[in-house]
Nanobody
Framework: QVQVAESGGGLVQPGGSLRLSCSFSGFPLDVYAVAWFRQAPGKEREGVSCIRSSAETTYYADSVKGRFTISRDNAKNTAYLQMKNLTHEDTAAYYC???????????????????WGQGTQVTISS
């Protein structure tokens, strides 16, 4: 049975940090790319970051570059998104997913991601 579960979201002040975790089970994570998407109220879902199966290639959206770091531990079937210097614009529901496409220039192609979590809310507020 495939399961994908995010954790680590919450309420944090501007300038603060959060670390999101995503655990996968029921399939071999090491052959999949992992991506983090987010969706703010009234906005389309966007690909924030992705990492290929070998972890040698990563992508970051311009809006998070230099502030977010994606990583994965295939032995633990877990991926992470370390977020720092958070701003109000980072407020969104964050979703992790496992799939096929992670381009260093264009990021994750959402339609190629097969396994999704339910999302975790990140709220930046003072």
């Amino acid at each position: 049975q495939v399961q994908v579960a995010e954790s680590g979201g919450g309420l944090v002040q501007p300038g603060g940090s959060l670390r999101l975790s995503c655990s996968f089970s029921g399939f071999p994570l090491d052959v999949y790319a992992v991506a983090w998407f987010r969706q703010a109220p009234g906005k389309e879902r966007e690909g924030v970051s992705c990492i290929r199966s070998s972890a040698e290639t990563t992508y970051y959206a311009d809006s998070v570059k230099g502030r977010f770091t994606i990583s994965r531990d295939n032995a633990k079937n877990t991926a992470y998104l370390q977020m720092k210097n958070l701003t109000h614009e980072d407020t969104a529901a964050y979703y992790c997913a496992a799939g096929a496409w992670c381009s260093v220039n264009y990021g994750p192609k959402e339609s190629t991601y097969d396994y999704w979590g339910q999302g975790t809310q990140v709220t930046i507020s003072s």
